[in-house]
């Protein structure tokens, strides 16, 4: 008898929290929400943290190596606001009640994903803008729908990250528009970085639709507001017409602008690739893994540092 009435609290305390949701309420740490809304949480914002962090890679390794001044600042600028919305996303996930070592151990021990995006090289200088224009470009339309998301922290931490997108994107964008209206060694650079960055930039949104087994769960929760097809599709006819500006060519013999929709269909996306990649498998993981374990270990003696001034001020 006492664990029916148990459930029948249970349930009630669900009913009242989707109804919350439904209006449109933000739930907030103090909040009560059900086990599974907290673990998809943690697990979302976790995984966003981690690729914010692993991101920093790619391009950090073009820092030394940057044409100009000017495209060095901007580059670093880019970096650094990386590491801040990684520290920012690490922060939110927080909220939620898991230890911010369980989060860096989930990533360094490769048991916790990030984004397939930062497991490929960044071979030329071209790829720097690519990387802004393409993925940054992505993520500004991933993150414009999670600024709605239903956990508040989220939903905050998303409005501050955009606004910084943005200029990634930019940059990103003059870079290619630079080099696209350049010689043409520097054209045929930009469009090798295109051709390599496109597909894996259609996969950052996820697997289809009809094969997105948190997608339910997170839509009904409103945490996502458009599903992993809605968003891909919206970059596509976002950024087709900004290559056609450039002069570059999308990698898709299948890529076809209908008027009638103002929208493009383009073909399929090798999912096996994307499998491929976030089993570990990619050009790169091994590669990624091993800097942030490295990055792990040599900052030991900053955490030891920080603890035990802290205990002495305690
Ligand atoms: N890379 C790695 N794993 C991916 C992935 C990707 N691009 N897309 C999906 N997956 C994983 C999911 O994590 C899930 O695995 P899990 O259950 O073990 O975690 C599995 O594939 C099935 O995918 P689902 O569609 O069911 O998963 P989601 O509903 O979580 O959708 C997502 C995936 C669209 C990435 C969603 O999690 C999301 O919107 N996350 C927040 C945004 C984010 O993480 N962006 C990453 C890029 S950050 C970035 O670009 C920074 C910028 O400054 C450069």
Same mark, same amino acid.
């Given at each position: 008898?006492?664990v029916?009435?148990q459930d029948?609290k249970?349930?009630a305390k669900e009913?009242a929290?989707q109804?919350?949701?439904?209006?449109?309420?933000?739930?907030?740490?103090?909040d009560?929400?059900?086990?599974?809304?907290?673990k998809?949480l943690?697990?979302m914002m976790?995984q966003?943290?981690?690729?914010?962090i692993?991101?920093m890679?790619?391009?950090?390794?073009?820092i030394?190596?940057?044409p100009?001044?000017?495209?060095?600042?901007?580059l670093?600028?880019k970096?650094?606001?990386?590491?801040?919305h990684g520290?920012?996303?690490?922060?939110?996930a927080e909220t939620?009640?898991?230890?911010?070592?369980?989060l860096i151990?989930q990533l360094?021990?490769?048991?916790?994903?990030?984004s397939?995006?930062f497991?490929?090289p960044?071979l030329s200088?071209?790829?720097? &803008?690519?990387i &802004?224009?393409?993925?940054d470009?992505?993520a500004?339309?991933?993150q414009?729908?999670?600024?709605?998301a239903?956990?508040g922290?989220?939903a905050?931490?998303?409005?501050?990250?955009?606004?910084?997108e943005?200029?990634?994107?930019?940059?990103?964008?003059?870079?290619?528009n630079?080099?696209?209206s350049?010689?043409?060694?520097?054209?045929?650079m930009?469009?090798?970085?295109l051709?390599?960055?496109?597909w894996?930039s259609?996969?950052?949104f996820g697997?289809?639709?009809?094969?997105?087994?948190n997608?339910?769960d997170?839509?009904?929760w409103?945490?996502?507001?458009?599903?992993?097809?809605?968003?891909?599709?919206?970059?596509v006819d976002r950024?087709?017409?900004?290559?056609e500006?450039m &002069?570059?060519r999308?990698?898709?013999?299948?890529?076809k602008?209908?008027?009638e929709?103002?929208?493009?269909?383009?073909g399929e996306?090798?999912?096996?690739?994307?499998?491929?990649?976030?089993?570990?498998? &990619?050009p790169?993981n091994?590669?990624r893994?091993?800097?942030?374990?490295?990055?792990h270990?040599e900052g030991?003696?900053?955490?030891?540092?920080?603890?035990?001034?802290a205990?002495?001020?305690?």
């Amino acid at each position: 008898m006492q664990v029916q009435v148990q459930d029948e609290k249970e349930l009630a305390k669900e009913k009242a929290f989707q109804a919350r949701i439904d209006a449109g309420e933000k739930i907030e740490p103090k909040d009560w929400m059900p086990e599974r809304y907290r673990k998809q949480l943690i697990r979302m914002m976790s995984q966003h943290a981690h690729s914010e962090i692993v991101g920093m890679l790619p391009e950090g390794n073009w820092i030394t190596r940057a044409p100009s001044l000017r495209r060095k600042a901007a580059l670093l600028a880019k970096v650094q606001d990386e590491a801040g919305h990684g520290l920012y996303l690490y922060s939110a996930a927080e909220t939620l009640g898991i230890e911010r070592e369980e989060l860096i151990y989930q990533l360094n021990s490769g048991k916790a994903k990030y984004s397939s995006i930062f497991n490929y090289p960044t071979l030329s200088w071209a790829d720097i &803008g690519a990387i &802004g224009w393409l993925v940054d470009g992505a993520a500004i339309i991933n993150q414009v729908a999670l600024t709605k998301a239903s956990y508040g922290p989220y939903a905050r931490a998303m409005v501050r990250i955009c606004k910084e997108e943005s200029f990634h994107q930019r940059q990103g964008f003059e870079i290619m528009n630079t080099l696209a209206s350049g010689t043409d060694a520097q054209k045929k650079m930009a469009q090798d970085a295109l051709n390599r960055w496109w597909w894996p930039s259609l996969m950052m949104f996820g697997p289809p639709d009809d094969n997105s087994p948190n997608s339910a769960d997170l839509m009904a929760w409103r945490v996502k507001s458009d599903s992993n097809d809605t968003l891909r599709q919206k970059f596509v006819d976002r950024v087709a017409p900004q290559a056609e500006f450039m &002069g570059l060519r999308i990698p898709d013999d299948k890529l076809k602008f209908h008027p009638e929709t103002e929208s493009y269909t383009f073909g399929e996306i090798d999912w096996a690739e994307f499998n491929h990649v976030i089993r570990g498998n &990619g050009p790169c993981n091994k590669q990624r893994m091993r800097a942030r374990q490295k990055a792990h270990e040599e900052g030991a003696w900053v955490r030891e540092a920080a603890l035990a001034y802290a205990s002495k001020q305690a």
